[in-house]
């Protein structure tokens, strides 16, 4: 019976990664439509791509350490409400401007949840199933 229950884990892991990540595509080619639409610039389009460098580079040094004392599976759920949260109000985004602060907030969010679920991922699946 542990041996079911240590798959069902991992299964449920794969899942949610693959359907995060159907997600994260999905978000990122519409994304880039509502704004060419918005603006019918293609630097605006651009200006998509450099916001969450910029926002790794100024959070990214300091996330980990916030990460290492809390639970991981905490910052993970938090982070990704967060993240549902602000994709929900990008179709109500009046103008660039405030897609550009969602989309700020979201990558945020994320310098939150990759390293989480990356040491999340590590403790749970034992080293042999890697």
Known sequence: MEKKKEWRK????LAS???ANIGDFVY???INIIVFDMTG????VAGLWIISPIVNICTKFWTGSFIDYRSKRAVMMVTYGLR???IALLPF???IVIIYLILVCLSVAQSFFTPASMTYTTMLVPVEKR
């Open 10 to 13: 991992l299964a449920i892991l």
């Open 17 to 19: 990664i693959g359907i």
């Open 28 to 30: 990122l080619v519409v």
């Open 41 to 44: 610039s293609a630097a605006a």
């Open 84 to 86: 549902a949260a602000f």
């Open 93 to 95: 985004a009046p103008n």
